[in-house]
């Protein structure tokens, strides 16, 4: 078994269970042990626009917590994933700002080091555990299932700081979704944005992304969306019948996490994956 | 420590206000030198079709010196953090965290905040996470919480009064 500290962010644990939920069932099933930590916060990305200096220090207190424990962190969230990433970038390269946040870290008795490597579900699953040790754990192949892959802005860019996907033609889901027996296709609003960071400020806008992206799914012929963000997740799935509504359209499009069809191709339980917790017509589909 | 703190930074922040004023006379020379008016930015703007967000345009007025105008405009709020123009820029501008930067002028000059922003950093203060645990509903609208799911106690800071004393430090110190 590889041990992973697990940072959970905020959107995960106070309301995208079922990323949680796929994600402790499915993980130990590929050999990843997954270590659960007190003390972390926000990764501050949601009040960037608020105060960036604010988004860096969290970003940091949240690394430097998890070098306690010597391990690699897994970090499913995109933006949570986005921001640690960037924060490494900065604090590794600028030794001014490094010791400026370590002064802050030292009231909470904490220090960055920069030693530890973050990682996402996507090349944990593709890079780390790879393509054929999933393929052993298949036992009802997703046949015939013919999914829709949404990596997310904040997985695919930007390049220079290094993210887990190709930046202009990421195809790792696509890996892993064949792997698991589904097919795949490319399709042009492939990198189109879901609109979860505008949700906040100005929701019609954020909706009607969510809308044309699910509408152009659905004109593509697709069995279902495959998201790995809890932000994008919650647009797609969450609030699918609102998106719906401000493009008046009657949106029926099936939306999982892509740890829930791994435990689904692995032929765990449902509920497990806490499948019953997608809003979206997920029973359209059977697996 | 209450969000105007954090926000506003309040009338002792005159220091903190000019050098984030010096950071944008910077950022206007940089643009001046490097941004070419390509307008690469705009063509792959996830918010130009629907909220008519032109980033080359925003970094062309930037260039001209007009600064308070950008920063009190409704526009540099529509971003949608894409970061494709971040990625994308041939002169590795990155009109996004200008519009970051910007934003947080507008907020640090004490304009008023939109949306949801105030509440998100009241619970990040107040208990380190954007928002408390949620219940949820299931497909067939049933209630769930957290822990009837079986999953464990969220992972949130243990000392919430250090916690606060450490962002309430980094509201009134340079950094
Ligand atoms: S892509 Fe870069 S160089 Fe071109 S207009 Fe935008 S900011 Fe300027
Ligand atoms: S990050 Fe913002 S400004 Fe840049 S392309 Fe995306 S929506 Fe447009």
Request: aromatic residues 6%; neutral net charge; proline residues 4%.
């Amino acid at each position: 078994m590889k041990k992973y500290t697990l940072y959970p962010g905020c959107v995960m644990q106070t309301e995208q269970y079922g990323y949680e939920l796929s994600i402790r069932e499915v993980f130990p099933v590929l050999g990843v042990e997954l270590v659960d930590v007190e003390n972390f916060s926000c990764c501050g990305e949601p009040v960037k626009s608020i105060n960036q200096l604010l988004t860096l220090y969290l970003s940091a207190r949240n690394l430097a917590i998890a070098e306690q424990q010597g391990f690699d962190l897994f970090v499913p969230c995109s933006v949570c994933h986005f921001a640690l990433s960037e924060c490494k970038n900065i604090l590794d390269n600028d030794g001014g700002m490094r010791s400026r946040v370590n002064e802050m870290l030292a009231s909470e008795d904490l220090e960055y080091k920069g030693k530890v490597g973050v990682v996402h579900t996507v090349d944990l699953l593709y890079d780390h555990v790879g393509v054929k040790e999933i393929k052993k754990h298949v036992k009802k192949p997703l046949k015939g299932l013919k999914i829709a892959s949404h990596y997310g802005c904040h997985l695919v860019r930007p390049s220079e700081i290094g993210r887990p996907v190709d930046s202009e033609n990421p195809m790792k889901i696509e890996a892993v979704l064949e792997a698991l027996g589904a097919e795949t296709m490319d399709y042009a609003e492939k990198l189109d944005c879901c609109g979860g960071l505008l949700l906040v400020n100005l929701p019609e806008s954020a909706l009607t992304k969510t809308g044309q992206k699910l509408q152009a799914v659905e004109e593509h012929g697709f069995d279902g969306l495959v998201t790995v963000c809890p932000w994008c997740q919650r647009m797609f799935d969450s609030r699918q019948k609102k998106a719906g509504e401000t493009v008046a359209a009657k949106l029926e499009v099936p939306v999982f996490y892509l740890t829930q069809l791994l435990g689904l191709a692995f032929g765990l339980d449902e509920r497990k994956l806490g499948l019953d917790l997608n809003l979206s017509p997920v029973d359209k589909l059977k697996v | 420590m209450s969000i105007k703190d954090l926000t506003s930074m309040a009338e002792a922040q005159v220091e903190l206000r000019e050098e984030i004023n010096n950071r944008l006379l910077r950022l206007q020379n940089e643009l001046s030198d490097y941004c070419f008016q390509c307008a690469k930015c705009t063509s792959g703007c996830e918010a130009h079709k629907l909220l008519e967000l032109e980033p080359h345009k925003i970094m062309a007025l930037l260039k001209r010196g007009l600064i308070d105008e950008m920063v009190n405009s409704d526009v540099i709020w529509t971003c949608m953090s894409c970061f494709k123009c971040r990625e994308r820029c041939p002169q590795k501008v990155s009109p996004v965290d200008v519009l970051f930067a910007l934003k947080n002028l507008a907020v640090m000059g004490g304009k008023q905040i939109p949306g949801n922003y105030t509440s998100m950093l009241q619970s990040i203060l107040s208990m380190g996470l954007i928002q408390d645990v949620q219940e949820v509903q299931t497909r067939d609208m049933k209630t769930r919480r957290r822990e009837d799911l079986g999953l464990p106690r969220v992972s949130k800071p243990k000392d919430a009064s250090k916690f606060q004393m450490v962002l309430t430090k980094l509201a009134v110190e340079k950094v």
